[in-house]
């Protein structure tokens, strides 16, 4: 994996950007982003959510598990099992600190968003049924508890250990929202299974990548780029063990609006690939988020 140095000026997960022409500044969050894998009858596949029409970000389109870190998950101190602190950092580009939030946030936002818990009773144990968590759960999506009290009250121990880190991707300075999302892969633990009870999906589904990009070619469902980067490269690999063993190099990806021949044109890698497969290209609005 690529070594980066640790960002600086990003304070509690936050930093300001001046938007081109708006004179105003925006808001970079950090967010974690999961993608669950397990093995189907024709290869690894990946746990996917249709997000609520009605949300203010990303609405209807179809996404991982995730969202932002929250400030407790910054404050915390849990149990915890797996590479400390500092191996994060050093993979993800960060300090310590911010590395110990972005975990905590993509554990806690898989729990909230599809019942999926990384989480155990020892450190080398896994929860195998989380129904009788849903109470915890919901209180968690209202902010009602923390991550770190929930652990805490049950007497369980984070998994660290059952993430990978994989990518990293900024939404664009031309959005009105924008974050700094750390992508990272887990597979799913014996006995649990991914659900759809959140406020903010509409519909969820376990596919193949290639399964899910043909869905997007033909127009059902909608991938940012992304998403649709995630799943071109999960694709490559022929099992969910080939998968945790990767060890990708971890650039931060920041799309940029250029005008090329008059007409503005999201660049990112392999954007030219992603754009000429595109089904319907008024429905993207120049975003790079997930």
Known sequence: MSR????????????????????????????????????????????????????????????????????????????????DPQWWADRLGTTAGRAKALVCAAVRETFEECGVLLAGPTADSVIADTAGYRDARQQLERRELTL?????????????????????????????????????????????????????????????????????????????PPTWSQLVALGAFGSTSEILAAEPVIEPILPVLTDVDGKQVLNFPDNARYFADLPDKNRLQGSARD
């Open 4 to 83: 980066r140095s640790p960002s600086g000026g990003y304070g509690a997960g936050v930093s300001e950007t001046t938007v081109p022409g708006s004179g105003s500044a925006v808001a970079i969050k950090d967010a974690s982003t999961v993608m669950l894998v397990r093995e189907g009858d024709s290869g690894p596949e990946v746990f996917l959510q249709r997000r609520v029409g009605a949300m203010a970000f990303a609405a209807g389109m179809t996404v991982f598990p995730g969202g932002g870190v929250d400030p407790s998950d910054a404050t915390v101190e849990l149990e915890w099992a797996g590479p």
């Open 148 to 224: 770190a009290q929930f652990l805490a009250e049950e007497k369980l121990v984070l998994r660290a250990d059952l993430l990978r880190p994989w990518a990293n991707w900024i939404t664009p300075v031309v959005e009105p929202r924008r974050y700094d999302t750390r992508f990272f892969v887990a597979v799913l633990p014996d006995g649990q299974k991914a659900d759809g009870a959140t406020s903010e999906a509409a519909a969820v589904q376990w596919r193949t990548p290639a399964a899910a990009l043909e869905r997007w070619r033909a127009g059902e469902d909608v991938l940012l």
